[in-house]
């Protein structure tokens, strides 16, 4: 019987840490991935928004977009725009403002969708609104490599080598090679959205990323539910401990748990607080993995999530250590003051370190 129940409290006291283990790591998910106004906090604090994701977005509606071309392109010339004057105007048509206010809207509607708010996720980017501005805007950024072009003595030399046609001004030269360059994209020709994103994308990925992504709800819900599960399995697994132990042996009982729930959190507080002193010179490899502008992008918001994670698991496991310490303490002192009242209680025997004398009886001579 006292076998078995030794099994009992063994394998209770092995849930009731499991449980208090997942609650935390659980309990940090919600509180920032799974938490929309923590994630907005890291997109502002990884400075995403300053580090050329207009660039990233509309490369995004030109290569997946799959709108097409314009049916009445210009006339084609040998003179293209450069990378550079796209993404200088790219930078000023879409402002850090109105790049946050779209992210920010596509944040909401995803977690709105996770969290069963809406019965679908949907996003909308209006960037076909900024056609005009970004013409305009690269028509300036282009004006001076038009500016350096030699000017055109035929048609013939025009359509052949770089130069600028005679008949035209720099300014509407500029002008031109920007609205042939927007139209021949169609990237503004209609706003970005999840739809058309998904009509550009391979068949395969597409059904992949569509199952990956119908899993979200469902995974909400369920560490909603496990939230509400763990913290139960692990108060019923702590009365379980106390119940199965007998009276004089349930402050051990207890101590011993406190004292595996102790360095069970420190399992999870020590790495985090490492993660979190890593961070400060290291980009965990991430260099390695992306580079250019992507990496700009994707690197800071990266570390930004992984050092958010790890505050927040050091701040919930570093409590729960904290806790533990002190009803391990308390338990410690609560046994030891009753194994002093059961020892005062048991009566002093002094030894029997003299040898019994046997009086003897007189002799009788008579």
């Known amino acids: 019987m006292n076998i078995l129940r030794a099994i009992l409290v063994s394998f209770a006291g092995f849930v009731c840490i499991v449980a208090i283990s997942g609650s935390i790591s659980l309990l940090a998910l919600q509180s920032t991935i799974m938490n929309r106004t923590v994630v907005k906090d890291w997109l502002v604090a990884s400075k995403i928004y300053d580090k050329g994701l207009p660039s990233a977005l509309v490369q995004v509606a030109n290569t997946e977009s799959g709108q097409g071309s314009n049916p009445n392109p210009q006339p084609q010339t040998s003179v293209s725009v450069s990378p550079e004057a796209i993404k200088t105007a790219l930078n000023t048509t879409f402002t850090p403002d109105f790049v946050q206010a779209q992210v920010e809207g596509i944040v909401n509607n995803v977690y709105d969708w996770m969290e069963s708010k809406s019965p679908e996720f949907t996003f909308s980017i209006p960037i076909d609104q900024k056609r005009d501005t970004f013409i305009q805007q690269l028509t300036k950024a282009v004006k001076p490599q038009v500016a350096a072009l030699p000017v055109c003595q035929s048609i013939r030399q025009a359509q052949q080598s770089t130069c600028r046609p005679s008949s035209v001004t720099t300014k509407q030269f500029a002008s031109q090679l920007a609205t042939q360059s927007v139209n021949e994209s169609g990237a503004f020709a209609a706003p970005i959205t999840n739809a058309s994103i998904a009509k550009g994308s391979q068949k395969n990925l597409q059904q992949s990323n ?114 533990s310490a002190v009803a391990w303490i308390g338990f410690t002192i609560w046994r030891r003051k009753l194994q002093a009242i059961e020892t005062a209680r048991v009566p002093d025997q002094a030894p029997l370190t003299q040898p019994v004398q046997i009086p003897q009886q007189p002799q009788n001579f008579i």
């Open 210 to 323: 569509k199952s990956s992504l119908a899993q979200l709800p469902a995974i909400r819900a369920g560490i909603d539910m496990l939230l509400i599960i763990l913290p139960i399995v692990a108060i019923v697994s702590i009365a379980v401990v106390i119940l199965a132990t007998t009276d004089g042996r349930r402050p051990a009982a207890s101590s011993r748990l406190s004292r595996r729930i102790f360095f069970g959190m420190l399992l999870t507080l020590i790495p985090a607080i490492a993660v979190i002193w890593i961070a400060r010179d290291s980009d965990f490899g991430l260099s390695n993995v992306f580079a250019g502008q992507i990496g700009d992008l994707v690197i800071p918001l990266i570390k930004t999530i992984i050092v958010g994670l790890s505050a927040q698991l050091a701040l919930l496991s570093g409590i729960t250590c904290i806790v």
